[in-house]
């Protein structure tokens, strides 16, 4: 604001104010209050103001001063005047951050939720949580700290209705100060600090309870009180922007703002502006529309447990009213309360009444998964998705996937090993060992690569199980799903026919009641490959294996005759015969992987991974502990079908492990693949043991594939192996390929990680659908 600018005048700069409240930010005032001389001087210097009537300067300061002291009250936040042309010359513009953005503060958080004066059931959650209370000479708790450095939030409403306010206050307000904890006000909070400061305020909702407690403390510490209370901010945005705390929730669009409504938002929520049967305000739900990236945890709002709802999640649950008293780890995302010790304060409406139903959340939505996307993945960064790419996935998804409920998890791609130099061979293990030895990876597994169609299987202990946990009633208990989210089996009896023998064998290795769940998500591998791919047998691969035994033959006959009267062929005859004996392996090769089926009789399935259970994520367990489970899923369902005369469903899977610095082991594994291939296995997939491995340059390769010489030929050609083929062959890029494969399992981790922490569908759908749509990346199909 200028001596010589329009907005010296209140009218003008109340679009101003109105501006900055439009978008949640907080007006800034710069006044240059320079003296009238120099305004004239450099009036002078300006053609446009050099012919300026006198008296206009001076009316315009004289408005400029009457200005002054009223811009707070009108609403600017910080004034700063300026009376010198030195230091208008000195000045210089900083950004300061707002006091709500902590970003840059990552945790791990213990965030506990309304405590309403339950000092002892909170000093009990806080020892659970693993803090030492710290205490004064009169035993009181004055401050709380965790050893491994884990910082306390407190969502607020900290005082009223509860039988001591004032060591609860005590308590939290010497953790904030000591930088063990961080609290945003309540509307508890904000009444009782209107009190402290004399205002005339109603004694109601367990405020009287508060005064009289407060009587017994003395001045200075009510003083340290109404300056804590005076100094909360309305609420935190914490952990790199993936983490809001407030009181009464808050909408994605407030988040880091500053305002009046924000902070009204923050402390009492939204209203419909109705009142229920209790006479207390309905409030606006508006967390069942919530789509934020950032995951809000708030209070307010007695429910009787917490529950995650579109990625929020309310912490109030009831302690003073006789509930328990909870709290969020994260981002562990794990809840741990304490029950109340009692029914302090009677509630004016049955916590009941307050709870969101069971699961409820919003319903997908097109916005969430259509145009360019960037998805944010704990293990990778940001992954971007092209436009087109959606689309195509989009296409997959909307018309041909199963129900989405049971699309919770897609599986990536995988690169092969690096090209070998070896002759006849394209690709052999010694380059997979070599490449993880250079990532540090010590040992390594090598899983037998069963020749069949990818399957993705959930399993339900009971149709309850599925209705809780997923929502789906009615149908299979479950579902089994391709890489690409299609149904595997077009009949619905097929399917739970496969996941009845699935969930008998779970319950016979005793997996339920060991992981602690009542449902599982399996990676696994269908055979035989002519289940699913029937098609493109016929059309591909059997119609080249055709022509090749129609034609040879007869050729190879004609020239071998023509030979016998003298005719000089010049190694042609030898050519066609090396071509057909090409032709015949091709036939061989892909002839393995099929079988007749009838039913489930001839139908296999090879698990290799259990991916996710109840509340857990098991991709990081050990290759050694997942196979461990596995053999025992086979046995039991080996057991079941000895038992019951039928036929076995469940495949075991080979393995070795392998040394990557030791050549005795390392030759070990190379032996073993070279004799498994030679009798007809279509290759080893090579995978770091202890599963998830992070190196110098970020997450590793979760496995390579290197598939055997004979196998090739199916993707290759017949005669990929003639060496002029082979040397062009080399020269394949695998750049693309691995960054897919990358992308597409850190991708894939993160729907695993939201799944099991309880996010909303839509966020799970998120990274599964992003994991389809780059499957629509232009990448050469033969890797």
């Known amino acids: 604001m200028t001596g010589n600018a329009t907005n010296v005048q209140p009218e003008s700069r109340k679009q101003l104010v109105k501006l900055a409240r439009e978008h949640d930010v907080l007006p800034v005032a710069i006044v240059l209050d320079l003296p009238e001389r120099v305004c004239a001087e450099r009036n002078a210097q300006r053609p446009d103001r050099a012919d300026l009537p006198r008296h206009v300067l001076p009316r315009q300061r004289r408005e400029l001063r009457r200005s002054i002291g009223a811009l707070q009250r009108e609403g600017f936040r910080k004034v700063h005047v300026l009376r010198t042309a030195e230091q208008v010359d000195a000045a210089g513009i900083a950004l300061e951050k707002r ?16 405590i309403h004066g339950c000092r002892s059931e909170l000093e009990t959650l806080l020892t659970r949580l693993g803090y030492e209370i710290l205490r004064d000479k009169d035993e009181r708790p004055v401050d709380a700290r965790h050893p491994g450095g884990r910082t306390a939030v407190f969502v607020g409403d900290l005082v009223d209705r509860g039988p001591d306010s004032p060591g609860v206050l005590r308590l939290v307000m010497g953790m904030v100060e000591a930088g063990h904890a961080l609290c945003v006000p309540g509307n508890h909070e904000n009444k009782f600090g209107r009190f402290l400061k004399g205002r005339q305020v109603q004694s109601r909702y367990g405020l009287a309870e508060t005064i009289e407690q407060m009587e017994g403390e003395s001045e200075e510490f009510r003083a340290r009180v109404a300056a804590f209370i005076d100094s909360l901010v309305s609420h935190y945005v914490l952990d790199g922007g993936g983490l809001v705390v407030c009181h009464a929730g808050l909408i ?47 209070g307010h709002t007695p429910v009787p447990s917490a529950s995650w709802i579109n990625n929020t999640i309310c912490l109030d649950t009831g302690c003073v009213f006789g509930g328990k008293l909870s709290a969020l780890r994260w981002p562990e995302r794990e809840l741990v309360d304490v029950p109340a010790e009692r029914v302090w304060y009677e509630p004016v409406r049955p916590l009941k009444a307050a709870a969101p139903a069971d699961r409820e959340e919003r319903p997908l939505d097109l916005r969430d998964v259509a145009g360019r996307r960037v998805v944010e993945t704990a293990h990778h960064g940001r992954i971007t998705v092209r436009e087109e790419n959606a689309a195509a996935a989009l296409e997959v998804m909307s018309r041909f996937a199963v129900d989405p409920r049971w699309l919770v998890y897609l599986p990536p791609t995988m690169a092969p090993c690096a090209t070998s130099s070896e002759e006849g061979f394209l690709e052999r293990p010694e ?43 009615g149908g299979p208990a479950g579902a089994v799903y391709t890489r690409t989210g299609r149904p595997f089996f077009d009949d619905p009896a097929m399917t739970e026919q496969v996941l009845a023998r699935l969930r008998e064998a779970v319950g ?7 992981l602690a769940t009542d449902w599982l998500l399996l990676d696994a591998e269908l055979l035989p490959w002519s289940l699913k791919a029937s098609g493109l047998l016929r059309k591909q691969y059997a119609a080249v294996g055709a022509a090749a035994g129609a034609v040879f033959p007869g050729v190879i006959s004609a020239m071998e005759g023509a030979a016998g009267r003298g005719v000089e062929l010049a190694g042609l005859l030898e050519r066609q015969r090396e071509r057909a004996a090409s032709a015949a392996a091709f036939t061989d090769a892909y002839r393995r992987y099929c079988w007749a089926v009838d039913g489930l009789d001839g139908v296999r399935m090879a698990p290799f991974q259990i991916l996710a259970a109840e509340g857990r994520s098991l991709t990081a367990a050990g290759h050694g502990e997942q196979l461990a489970w596995l053999d025992r899923l086979v046995t039991a369902d080996h057991s079941a079908a000895a038992a019951g005369d039928r036929p076995e469903l469940l495949r ?72 002029e083929h082979l040397t062009r062959l080399r020269s394949r890029s695998l750049g693309h390929k691995r960054s897919l494969a990358l992308r597409e399992y850190a991708l894939g981790l993160e729907a695993l990680d939201r799944l099991t922490a309880g996010e909303p569908l839509w966020r799970v759908h998120e990274a599964v659908f992003a994991v389809l749509a780059l499957e629509s990346e232009p990448v050469d199909p033969r890797l």
């Open 99 to 114: 006091y709500n953005d902590l970003r840059h503060v990552t945790g791990p958080f213990d965030i506990v939720g309304d």
């Open 431 to 473: 380059e997979a060992f070599a490449a993880y030895r250079a990532e540090g990876v010590a040992q390594v597994v090598c899983e037998e690569k069963h020749m069949g169609s990818r399957a993705v299987a959930v399993v339900c202990r009971d149709a309850e199980a599925a209705r809780r946990r997923f929502g789906v009633e």
């Open 652 to 723: 075991s899977t080979g393995r070795i492990v392998v040394d990557t610095g030791d050549p005795e082991s390392t030759a070990a594994g190379v032996k073993w693949w070279l004799e498994m291939t030679a009798s007809g296995g279509e290759g080893m997939v090579v995978k770091p043991l202890q599963a998830f491995v992070r190196g110098a340059k970020g997450i590793v390769q979760p496995g390579v594939k290197c598939r055997g010489q004979e196998y090739l030929r199916i993707i290759y050609g017949p005669e990929y192996t003639r060496p």
């Open 508 to 514: 016979g290795a005793g997996l339920w009641d060991e």
């Open 252 to 298: 994605e669009k407030y988040h880091g703002r500053t305002s009046g409504r924000v902070r009204s938002f923050a402390l009492y929520g939204d209203t419909t502006g109705e009142t229920d049967d209790y006479g207390l305000p309905v409030r606006y739900p508006w967390a069942e529309e919530y789509r934020g990236r950032a995951a809000v945890v708030y």
